[in-house]
């Protein structure tokens, strides 16, 4: 008898979370993990298309799903171009802002806080967000950066919201601030009307959601969207304990938006990409100091609740010069003719993955195999 | 006096090097030696970050207090004949992609090495690559990227090269994390790099006039 949907839903559950609870599952189910514009290439739409026509680039996800044969319907990561477009965004360029229409959509990397204004930051972090953070992210909200805003609780009674808050509100640009939310979030709730309905007729077909909820390490949250990695790197030398004091503070946000999102979508899976501390970026001092006790407590902090971390470790596989047919270390390179065995962590290089040809490749698996079942740093060069 | 430089460079004490550097001056020191101590030290870093045993953040701080010991040290280094080129470079990252993180490194490392860098910086159209070849008359031309869509920019930034009648004048290095030998030939360049050093030995193997 053919299973229902909620038959298959219910059994692609299970098989994944025996997968996380490393029991052998009765087989391995094929997932694409993330989607971008992968199912809208396929279905022959652009870029452009894919962000802005969001019933149409879901449908493409639910087709490509079935066709594929994958148990999950992949999360999408793409974001609506509409509300980037009514925030007049610089904080990224799209297809249909300022990019072709074939192009993806790119992050702009800039220093968006001031080493000299994390005390700033630290001592309020919401105002410092509203008015700096926002104007340098977003064109149309440079009125919060316009028009002085005293601190809320300065008007925490009638009197003062209607003399000092009324006041404020008239302003233009604070006005066009406000309005450029208000359309932002209403292209936003389209987006997420489209998103509802996918996930509520994949669900009826049996096909769960990879993740809910895309979360980052608090360096990379520093790094990524306030200082840069140039400013952040700097930081580690010149300003080391206001960045520490920073990601304590990051943290903060991305376990409970993690539980919010956890919240809203019922999924308990939370996707942790990788960003700076990825095989290659820093050394073992500065990941041990700056990233693994943040990234650590994201992957583990929830192993009483219900949250499942689906961490993804990057980075180069750093004995893979010890893998027959690689090229042999260069002279003066003591660390890399020294690898040790079970210390490999992370991804393969691209180049492994793509370009490897299975023979080439398999001494490779065989190494990564052997770490299985210990317990594992999550990517460390060998020193 | 000269290890010490060259120590507070590798190990990232900024201030001592800065500090140091002001008392060789302050001792007679001839700036062109001062220069070239702090040069070794980018070197050592460089040798490191090839072997795994320094990284990113280190290149990139190690390029911060150069960057700080040149200001101090140009006033001293003018008609020294210090500033003699290695050889012209034009970089940026080709059209469509806008990452830069991987480029500027380079840049900063060119630089510190001798090169004059003209850096025509991110989502550069074919064009301007021309235009810049013929202004400056570089003996190398970088073209980075990090999408896999630069491939194809990349190529035809080559093919506009070659339509200009410029292909002959120049050597072009493809790089970037995705760059590899088949993007080398895909894209009709002349070497690829997927790393700071590898850029640098290419434009220096080039510039000496070694074979491709």
Not at chain 1, 298 to 322: E, F, M, N, Y
Not at chain 2, 55 to 74: A, V
Request: glycine share 10%; proline share 5%.
């Amino acid at each position: 008898m053919t299973a229902t949907g909620e038959e298959l839903y219910q059994q692609r559950e299970q098989r994944f979370n025996d997968i996380v609870a490393l029991k052998k599952p009765d087989h391995v189910p094929v997932i694409a993990h993330t989607i971008h514009y992968f199912a809208d290439k396929v279905k022959g739409f652009s870029q452009r298309e894919a962000g802005y026509n969001h019933k149409q680039h879901y449908d493409a996800i639910k087709d490509v799903t079935v066709e594929f044969g994958w148990e999950f319907v992949p999360t999408n990561a793409l974001f609506a171009a509409d509300g980037y477009q009514a925030l007049g965004t610089t904080q990224l360029r799209w297809p249909g802002g300022d990019l072709p229409d074939d192009v993806g959509f790119q992050f702009v990397e800039d220093e968006y806080m001031l080493a000299e204004e994390y005390d700033e930051f630290l001592a309020d972090p919401n105002g410092f967000t509203l008015t700096k953070i926002f104007p340098r992210i977003a064109s149309n909200l440079a009125g919060f950066g316009q028009v002085p805003i005293p601190p809320l609780f300065w008007m925490a009674n009638t009197y003062y919201l209607l003399n000092v808050g009324g006041a404020i509100l008239g302003a233009p640009p604070l006005r066009k601030a406000i309005e450029s939310l208000l359309a932002m979030s209403d292209a936003v709730g389209a987006y997420f009307a489209a998103d509802a309905a996918n996930a509520q007729e994949m669900a009826a077909l049996g096909y769960p959601r990879t993740w809910g909820a895309p979360i980052v390490c608090a360096f990379d949250m520093v790094s990524d969207m306030f200082r840069s990695l140039r400013g952040s790197t700097l930081d580690m030398y010149r300003h080391p304990d206001k960045l520490l004091a920073t990601i304590d503070l990051m943290q903060q946000a991305q376990t409970g938006l993690a539980r919010m999102t956890m919240q809203i979508t019922g999924n308990p899976r939370v996707f942790i990409p990788m960003h700076r501390g990825a095989g290659g970026f820093m050394s073992d001092e500065q990941f041990e100091k700056f990233y693994w006790p943040t990234f650590k407590g994201l992957v583990l902090g929830d192993h009483r609740g219900r949250r499942r971390a689906l961490p993804a470790l990057r980075g180069r596989l750093h004995a893979a010069s010890r893998v027959p047919g690689r090229a042999a270390p260069r002279q003066g390179c003591r660390a890399l003719r020294q690898g040790r065995p079970g210390q490999v962590q992370g991804s393969p290089r691209r180049q492994d993955v793509f370009l490897g040809q299975p023979r080439a490749l398999a001494p490779l698996h065989g190494h990564a195999a052997a770490g299985q079942g210990r317990r594992q740093r999550t990517r460390r060069p060998v020193r | 006096m000269s290890n010490e430089l060259t120590d507070a460079i590798v190990n990232m004490h900024e201030e001592e090097a800065l500090g140091l550097v002001k008392r060789m001056l302050d001792a007679g020191t001839a700036p062109t030696q001062v220069l070239e101590q702090a040069k070794e030290g980018m070197t050592e870093l460089g040798r490191r970050f090839e072997c795994e045993e320094a990284f990113i953040p280190e290149l990139i701080m190690g390029g911060e207090i150069m960057r700080g010991i040149s200001e101090e040290l140009k006033p001293h280094l003018k008609g020294s004949g210090a500033g003699e080129k290695r050889g012209t470079v034009v970089i940026g990252t080709v059209k469509g992609d806008i990452h830069d993180i991987g480029k500027d490194i380079v840049v900063m490392m060119l630089d510190i090495n001798g090169y004059e860098v003209h850096d025509l910086g991110i989502d550069v159209p074919q064009e301007t690559f021309v235009e810049a070849i013929k202004e400056h008359k570089p003996e190398v031309v970088g073209l980075s990227g990090l999408l896999t869509l630069a491939f194809d920019s990349m190529k035809g930034t080559v093919d506009a090269i070659s339509a200009a009648g410029l292909r002959d004048q120049v050597k072009i290095m493809v790089g970037g994390a995705p760059a590899d030998q088949q993007v080398q030939d895909y894209t009709g360049s002349d070497g690829w790099g997927s790393d700071v050093t590898a850029a640098l030995k290419l434009a220096d193997a080039w510039t000496a006039g070694e074979a491709r």
